[in-house]
Structures are given as C-alpha cells and as structure tokens.
C-alpha cells in the first residue's frame, strides 16, 4: 500500500514523499465510556490503516490530498480556522494548530492522505488520521514527541480544534496497538499492559458490524454523558468516594436513594465497567473465551439500559447474538448511538451469523448493514526517506 501511495503523490507534487506514516482504527473490545472518567480501558487496534504522506514546501502552504474522496484542500499557516466543506481537512489542521501552539514550526507542507478504516463507522478513523499526521511530522522534522505525548496531542487537536471532547483510549491505542494483542489502559496514571489476543487459533474471529446509523446525536449526547457522569461523581465526592474506580459495584448500589435516577444508572455503569474490564483482563490470562464473551454481553446491556448510548440497530445484534451459542459475546464499541458493534463468534458461524443480521435488520426496516472481518493489528508507524 505505502508503494502505490508514494507513486500517487510523486504525480500529484511531482517530489518524492519525505516521510510515510501510517495509523491503525480501533475496535475497544470491553471498558466504554470509562476512559473520560478516569477508568479502565481494552481496546485493540485493527489491520485497518490512515495513511499520511508528506514533502516539506518553504512557501508556509499547506497543500493536501485526499485521495479516498479525490479532493484538495489548501491554506496558509498559521491555521485560521475550520474548513466548514471538507471534514477530513479539520483533522489535520487540529494537529497543525496545536504544534504551532506548542511553538513548533512548520515551513510548508504537501501532503496525501488515504484511509482504509472505515467512516464514520466508530472505528477511530479519526483518531488514526491525527496519529499519522502527528507521528509523521515528528519523524520529518525530528521533533522528538514520546509515543504518550503523540495521542495526546490528537486528542487535544480533537477536543480544542475539532470540538470532540473525547477521552484519550482512541489515539492511545492508535499509538500503542499490537498485533494479536489489546491494550489495557489505565486512563488515570497511563500506564498500559499488553495483553495477548490472539483469536485464529481459538477458532474464534471478531466480527464488526457497522450498523451504518448517521450518528446525529453522537457528539451532543456524548458531551452529556460526560456531564451526567461529572455530576453523579461530584455527588458520591460528599460520601467521600474521589473517583469511580474507588467505588465497588456493591458500594454503588447503596447509593442509590442518594443520587438522581439518571445520574445512579450513570455512576452504575462506570462502576461496573472498570470492574468488567478488569475481569476481562483475568479472563484473557486464562485463555477463557466463553467468560470474555460474557462480559461482553453485560457490558452491552449496561451501556443500552445505565449509560443510554445504545440504539434499535445495536440492540439487534446484541439480540442476535444471545441466539446463537456460538456467537460468545457481542456488544456496541465505541461512543454508541450507532457507529459499530463487535461480535467474538465461532470461525464457523460467522457467514450464517452475518445472513442473520442482514435478515433481521432488513425486517425491522434498519439500514442494511456492513461487516469487516478484522484482524488485530499493529499500531502507529513512520518511515523517513
Ligand atoms: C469515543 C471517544 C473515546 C471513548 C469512547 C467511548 O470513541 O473518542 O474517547 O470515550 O467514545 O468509550
């Protein structure tokens, strides 16, 4: 792929690329809504790559391609503001408004980008955009960012510029991924473990199914799930809790009678989430796929009936899924209110399972669906030339 790409941008620029960057979408197997509440995450990156190509220029213009959607976009430094027609174009301007915030200054660039994770799926596209551009850039100009520093800089591109109050789990894992391997993060202190995940040989393969829903309320309802969870923690800090991830799942249920309904289910589902998590973590270690799967299904049904981010279209394969026994667990990934869902099913089922989606969702009138049969992949990667 880095081949072709490289002779697609000596045609547009007519130079040879100085660096080629790479970065992985992710699915999050289990830990949701958790990582912007200071708890546990286990995402895995996916062999699913943004591409990021680029040449220095010295006329302080910025000059891009995007070769998915044969479109371009260019500009002056410094960065004035959004692009309001192409959407792709705010990603990368993020970074570049962050770096030149941080001082870092760049003379010029031409630059192609192209994209194999699917958009608007919730699969972090966006996040493997800003991890490319950044990891690029700090290789071209030998910046010397360390890998934590890279996501965080997406992640402030994505909050401060692009207006997504996202936690950190999607760039963290866009950097840090392995392949046959998750990633559990701890978003408190930042310190991560790889975890072996390793699914061929189990017979078991992750299935994605992308519901296809136009996510309208997602950054809306997000920033109110973060303020809902804001809140239920303000109201546990007076019975002297600091953080979520100090509160047991049975310690949450006596505080039921203080907290407000929406504000109880929302402090109901961190709480046992990061508990999840950690479960799934001690499942992995033992090679206990059956128990995995089952969290899954839990966690799913923590984030449609506490957390209310779920959707008709995710529930579905969630119900799907506890019809087949072997499908071992499924459940929404990501933000929610559409985007995708995962499903860890047995190698066997997975055509039959994926007719049984397509027939339900057409049933009920849903969009029809898209899957993507993923490996686990590797993460963020740049070569200079
Ligand atoms: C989005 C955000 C992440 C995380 C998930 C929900 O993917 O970008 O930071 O909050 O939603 O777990």
């Known amino acids: 792929m880095e081949k072709k790409l490289s002779e697609d941008f000596k045609k547009r620029f007519k130079v040879k690329p100085e660096v080629v960057a790479s970065a992985p979408g992710r699915i999050n197997i289990i830990g949701e809504h958790t990582d912007y509440n200071m708890g546990f995450v286990l995402p895995a990156a996916i062999d699913r790559r943004i591409y990021f190509l680029a040449s220095s220029r010295v006329d302080g213009k910025i000059v891009i391609r995007a070769e998915n959607f044969k479109e371009e976009d260019s500009f002056n430094l410094p960065i004035s503001g959004k692009s309001k027609t192409k959407k792709w174009s705010n990603y990368i301007r993020g970074v570049l408004w962050v770096l030149n915030k941080r001082g870092k200054k760049i003379p010029g660039l031409n630059i192609l980008i192209y994209g194999e994770v699917p958009l608007e799926a919730g699969l972090s596209s966006s996040a493997a955009l800003e991890v490319s551009c950044i990891i690029g850039l700090n290789s071209l100009y030998h910046i010397g960012f360390s890998p934590k520093e890279i996501a965080k800089i997406g992640q402030k591109a994505e909050n401060d510029f692009v207006g997504v109050k996202c936690g950190l789990m999607d760039q963290f894992i866009s950097v840090f991924g392995r392949k046959n391997s998750a990633v559990f993060l701890d ?95 001690e499942a992995l270690s033992n090679n206990d796929f059956i128990q995995l799967g089952k969290l899954l299904f839990f966690s799913h049904e923590s984030l449609r009936d506490d957390y209310q981010v779920s959707c008709p279209e995710l529930d579905l394969l969630y119900e799907c899924g506890r019809q087949v026994p072997a499908c071992l667990g499924a459940r929404m990934t990501g933000a929610g209110f559409g985007g995708s869902g995962i499903a860890l099913v047995r190698e066997e089922v997975k055509n039959s399972f994926k007719d049984l989606l397509l027939k339900e969702a057409a049933k009920k009138g849903f969009v029809k669906p898209e899957f993507y049969d993923v490996e686990i992949g590797e993460g963020a990667r740049s070569v200079q030339y």
């Open 187 to 281: 978003c408190l202190t930042l310190e991560h473990k790889i975890i072996p995940f390793e699914l061929k040989s189990q017979g078991l393969r992750m299935l994605i199914y992308n519901t296809r829903v136009k996510r309208k309320l997602a950054s809306s309802e997000y920033n109110k799930r973060r303020s809902e969870a804001n809140s239920a923690l303000d109201e546990l800090r007076k019975s002297g809790f600091q953080s979520f991830r100090d509160i047991s799942v049975v310690e949450i249920e006596k505080r039921k009678k203080n907290l407000e309904e929406n504000l109880f289910k929302r402090a109901k589902h961190v709480v046992s989430e990061n508990y999840r998590v950690k479960k799934a973590v």
